[in-house]
């Protein structure tokens, strides 16, 4: 079974540009999260999503946003980067909500 | 307001050794507390977790031991070994009220082989 993938793996923007980050949850997975981790540090919740409504949203600027689609994948965007973002994007996926999840690999975001 | 806070930051344990990674929380509102594994590279992996009302979970060479009255709990890694080094995150969350994960700083093992 494929496990949670995620594209790109690796990307480099220039401050003030925009990303979109692609997350393909397990097969049968309906929630999905994401995660921004910084080098060194634990991962921080960003936003959840289950069956296409967000049903939380973490301590982050209006630049970022996401969305879920009707196959369960979702994207993370974030526009007017600034050199903090870069960091370790993790999307994670869950049969349901309020139960076990599984992260991706992440895709490792660079701001230069 | 760090709500897990996670020691130490970095442990090294000769093979075969005990390795104990410690957490505290702060809010009782907190319901799971899993632990995770991170490899370079790699998203994390859930270890182990234990609910609160239970003192401690064996899963082969991991225990969890929990505290609720102190509002500690504890990775113990018994017969460490090489390919146990990595990154070790606590965390928490209120399964009741939202699915989100609040992670300790994280804490680098290494073992020696």
């Known amino acids: 079974d494929a496990g949670v993938t995620q594209s790109p793996t690796h990307l480099i923007k220039t401050r003030g540009q925009h990303v979109t980050l692609r997350c393909s949850p397990i097969?049968?997975?309906?929630?999905v999260s994401w995660y921004q981790q910084v080098l060194g540090q634990g991962p921080q919740f960003i936003f959840q999503?289950?069956?296409?409504?967000?049903?939380g949203r973490g301590n982050f600027p209006d630049r970022f946003s996401a969305r879920q689609f009707p196959n369960y994948s979702s994207e993370l965007n974030v526009n007017a980067l600034l050199l903090g973002d870069s960091a370790l994007y993790l999307c994670?996926?869950?049969?349901?909500?309020?139960?076990?999840?599984?992260f991706g690999s992440g895709t490792r975001l660079t701001v230069v | 307001q760090q709500q897990v806070k996670q020691s130490p930051q970095s442990l090294i344990v000769q093979k075969g050794g005990i390795s104990i990674i410690n957490c505290a929380y702060e809010?009782?509102?907190?319901?799971?507390f899993p632990w995770y594994q991170q490899f370079p590279g790699k998203g994390p992996a859930l270890l182990i977790a234990?609910?609160?009302?239970?003192s401690e979970k064996k899963e082969g060479r991991f225990t969890i031991s929990f505290n609720k009255s102190a509002k500690q709990f504890s990775l113990h890694i018994m017969d460490s070994q090489p390919g146990d080094s990595a990154t070790y995150f606590c965390?928490?969350?209120?399964?009741?009220?939202?699915?989100?994960?609040?992670f300790g700083k994280g804490t680098r093992l290494h073992i020696l082989p």
């Open positions: 994670a996926s869950s049969a349901q909500f309020n139960y076990g999840y599984t």
């Open positions: 234990i609910r609160p009302d239970v």
């Open positions: 999503y289950y069956e296409k409504e967000e049903r």
């Open positions: 809010n009782t509102a907190f319901d799971y």
């Open positions: 097969s049968g997975h309906k929630s």
């Open positions: 965390a928490a969350s209120n399964r009741i009220r939202d699915d989100k994960i609040i």
